[in-house]
């Protein structure tokens, strides 16, 4: 268990002490102190900031051709013609696949892979043709100079809560998509107090600093892929059963990937395409996708409509809760964004519904965007708990608490370990929260209105079986393989404290490989469960090897002494237990009645996930996210053009992340956490629940500062004038 965060014992480890562990030559295990929790620094470091770490599109290998897709150019349709001839005409231009053309490759179970495989158009921006050429600059020339003729078809993109095209799916993610227990409606008729109030969240792009790319070169019939991946192990895979290859036909390189927040959790077309390109020119080949095709070509987070209903007694028991739902799909692929699963987690009731409805519509195909469905999830719930509270006439926090529940109220599991109020009582203490006047709209500075708010988060445990291998060399260095995601995580690092502590070595002997289809194949670096997942399998293996080592009488063999681990059967096993990281997010703003401009001031999150494996790395990942969230609050969103069917919002110049000077005072801590039901790390996973609930603070605080309630994100100032100029 982690000790109080901001303490450092010798060994670096918050709130704990040890002696450094010594290891002889032969390589047998010390008696190390713990290196888990400690803030080392990541490993990839000066690599990055030297330019020494290569991404997927800087593997310059001999012949590279680089290509540029064509997207389609209508919102749904059909090929009829491509002329190429314009653009096979430029200089340094190789070729231009089209779906006439093209290598052809096996039925793909994802089929938004099945790239140039036909001439039908689901979406706007579906690849509709490919040009290869010897430069970047010539192959997007060649790429404008493709003429595609089609014959189009009427199209949707407009989603609307009751469109008869509408349906209840069987199952999203995480289980069954609607769960009801008791008598949710008839409970909320006859509830004292009532809140029934509808939540807006617009589409939403990850958008990754680096660009989802691909370089792909074939030797006879293997073939290398270097790429910008989540999880290498599943894009071989996938690879495999597209062209038909025996897998250790194929090797997947990703060393280093500049970010993905979902985007990458799977294999997206870029791939795909520069291995069809590589085949058809028999050179390498390199796609990196221009940022404007992101949105379009490899998911985003699908929109939410969403109707809560909270019934309570007068004293703020809650009797009734129904969270329904309401977001799209493509007719490409069904992707269900399950917001409302975190009303099976978080708030003790006799009757609940919890339920999602999803239209297919003539859209690019939504996929996994950071904390899906619990990020816009908890921001309509949480946004309704804080509108009970005001009903009520109680503290939110207080409201919060009172309906903490004792098994987790979707399944009746008891919890692993649940401590969110401990969350939400440490963070209104540092917040200051008793000090706060509850009545809206009446602190003022001159032209602005301050006011806080609070809301609290969860995220699941998730755990996937993986492989992995260590290694220990006759010199006392140990080495940990295993088919790890470094996306910017620190990944390496974590794995490599998670090794020294099972060995009780220091840390500075152990080194990490990662990121290559030939090491120990491992899950995706998704669903905050890398580490966990990554980090069982190395934990074993380190625990046999420093058993061996114990036995071992003499010197180590030339190549040492390796163990190899998996975890299939374990990590996947079922759990009697619910098991959820939980936190909680206060925030301060400040909104401008002349301009409508909100600015936050203060963000404190206070998170409750188990056994911090590096404090440093972990403070990053929770503030990291919570700026995403503060994103989401105040300035991201996208639209679906109903004309063109198309996002017009397709670049960091429309499309609006935080900035240095939007992110404020911002703090995030945690509190001790020892969770025996989860894995040997003791980690819950922490990349993903920072974002879950910043967006309901902010918006709770806004409500507070100016006595208006928002219920469509983002709070920009053009919302927010409004807003005052009517109330006004």
């Not at 997007?140 to 407009?158: E, G, L, Q, S």
């Amino acid at each position: 268990m982690t000790g109080t965060p901001g303490t450092t014992g010798t060994t670096g480890t918050p709130g704990t002490t040890g002696t450094p562990g010594t290891t002889g030559a032969t390589g047998r295990p010390g008696t190390a102190g713990t290196a888990l929790g400690a803030p080392a620094e990541r490993r990839e470091g000066r690599q990055k900031v030297t330019g020494a770490a290569r991404y997927a599109a800087e593997y310059a290998l001999p012949g590279r051709a680089h290509a540029w897709p064509v997207p389609a150019a209508v919102a749904r349709g059909r090929v009829t013609g491509v002329d190429t001839s314009a653009a096979l005409a430029l200089p340094g231009v190789l070729a231009v696949l089209t779906p006439g053309d093209a290598p052809r490759v096996a039925e793909p179970e994802d089929a938004t892979l099945a790239v140039l495989q036909g001439p039908d158009v689901p979406h706007r921006g579906w690849c509709v043709a490919l040009a290869v050429a010897e430069t970047p600059e010539a192959a997007r020339a060649a790429a404008r100079a493709v003429r595609v003729a089609y014959d189009t078809a009427p199209h949707d993109v407009d989603l609307a809560p009751g469109s008869p095209h509408g349906y209840e799916p069987e199952e999203v993610s995480s289980g069954p998509a609607r769960v009801e227990h008791g008598d949710p409606r008839t409970a909320f008729a006859g509830a004292g107090v009532r809140v029934d109030a509808t939540y807006r969240v617009p589409p939403l792009h990850n958008h990754p600093l680096e660009p989802h790319t691909s370089t792909a070169h074939w030797e006879g019939d293997r073939l290398t892929v270097y790429t910008s991946t989540q999880g290498g192990t599943a894009v071989r895979s996938v690879l495999a059963r597209l062209f038909e290859l025996p897998e250790e036909h194929i090797t997947v390189v990703a060393e280093h990937v500049g970010g993905g927040f979902g985007a990458k959790g799977t294999p997206r077309p870029d791939v795909v395409l520069a291995a069809l390109a590589a085949r058809h020119t028999g050179r390498p080949v390199t796609l990196a996708y221009a940022r404007r095709h992101l949105p379009t070509a490899t998911g985003h987070r699908a929109p939410t409509v969403q109707r809560l209903r909270l019934g309570a007694d007068p004293d703020g028991r809650l009797t009734a809760l129904l969270h329904e739902v309401t977001t799209h799909t493509s007719r490409v692929k069904e992707f269900v964004e399950q917001a409302a699963v975190v009303s099976r987690v978080m708030y003790a009731t006799p009757n609940l519904r919890s339920s999602h409805h999803v239209v297919p519509l003539d859209v690019p195909s939504p996929s996994w965007m950071r904390a899906p469905g619990e990020a816009p999830g908890m921001y309509a719930l949480e946004s309704a708990l804080d509108e009970l509270a005001d009903a009520l006439g109680t503290d939110p926090v207080e409201l919060r608490v009172g309906n903490e529940p004792d098994r987790e109220p979707g399944s009746g599991k008891p919890f692993s370990s649940r401590h969110l109020v401990q969350c939400l009582r440490e963070g209104a203490r540092r917040f200051g929260w008793a000090g706060r006047d509850p009545r809206p709209g009446v602190r003022r500075e001159g032209p602005l209105l301050l006011g806080t708010g609070v809301a609290a988060a969860t995220y699941p445990v998730q755990v996937a079986p993986s492989a992995a291998a260590v290694q220990a060399l006759p010199d006392g260095a140990f080495t940990v393989r295993v088919n790890a995601a470094d996306i910017g995580t620190g990944a390496r690092t974590v794995l490599a404290q998670v090794a020294a502590d099972a060995l009780g070595v220091p840390l500075e002997r152990v080194r990490t490989e990662v990121g290559r289809s030939d090491l120990p194949p491992a899950p995706l670096a998704g669903g905050s469960s890398g580490t966990a997942s990554w980090g069982w399998a190395v934990h074993e293996a380190c625990t046999e090897l420093a058993a061996r080592l114990a036995a071992h009488r003499g010197p180590l063999p030339a190549d040492g002494l390796t163990v190899h681990a998996d975890t299939t059967g374990k990590a996947d096993a079922e759990s009697p237990y619910a098991r959820h990281a939980f936190g909680a997010h206060f925030a301060e703003v400040a909104v401008d009645t002349v301009t409508g401009e909100v600015r936050v001031r203060r963000l404190l999150g206070v998170f409750a996930a188990g056994r911090i494996l590096n404090a440093r790395t972990a403070r990053s990942q929770f503030t990291g996210a919570m700026v995403m969230g503060l994103g989401m609050a105040l300035t991201e969103g996208s639209t679906l053009d109903p004309a063109f069917g198309d996002f017009p919002e397709t670049d960091l110049a429309s499309y609006h992340v935080p900035v240095h000077a939007d992110v404020p005072d911002i703090e995030a801590d945690w509190i001790d956490e020892d969770d025996p039901h989860l894995n040997p790390p003791g980690g819950k996973g922490i990349g993903e629940i920072g974002i879950v609930g910043t967006a309901a603070a902010v918006g709770n605080a806004v409500h507070h500062a100016t006595g208006i309630r928002f219920r469509t994100l983002p709070l920009t100032p053009d919302r927010i004038l409004t807003a005052l100029l009517s109330e006004g």
